[in-house]
């Protein structure tokens, strides 16, 4: 099976006013996401599309709270 590689129809280039690079390209934009490792693996090779697989890694979210900032006993020093 050959896999297709997506070409953009037009080459990148610096927007005038701010000199971002930039493309009217809408495909670059595009990610798909599946339940499953082998749901993602079946759809790229059914289509025949060149892929790289990314397993998303667990988030770890530490609680915070504003009021911390003026707790007693606080050890980290003052940023203001």
């Known amino acids: 099976m050959r896999a297709r590689i997506y ?4 080459p990148l280039r610096p927007d005038p006013l701010m ?3 930039g493309s009217g390209d809408t495909q670059a934009q595009v990610r798909l996401s ?3 490792r082998d ?4 759809y790229a ?3 025949g599309i060149a892929f790289n697989l ?3 890694q ?5 609680p915070k709270a ?15």
Not at 58 to 62: D, G, M, S, Y
């Open 7 to 10: 070409q953009p129809p037009t």
């Open 19 to 21: 000199g971002w690079i």
């Open 34 to 36: 599946f339940p499953t």
């Open 39 to 42: 749901e993602a693996v079946a």
């Open 45 to 47: 090779e059914k289509q």
């Open 54 to 56: 990314e397993i998303a």
């Open 58 to 62: 667990p988030r770890r979210v530490k």
């Open 66 to 80: 504003y009021a911390d900032n003026f707790r007693y006993g606080r050890i980290e020093n003052w940023t203001h």
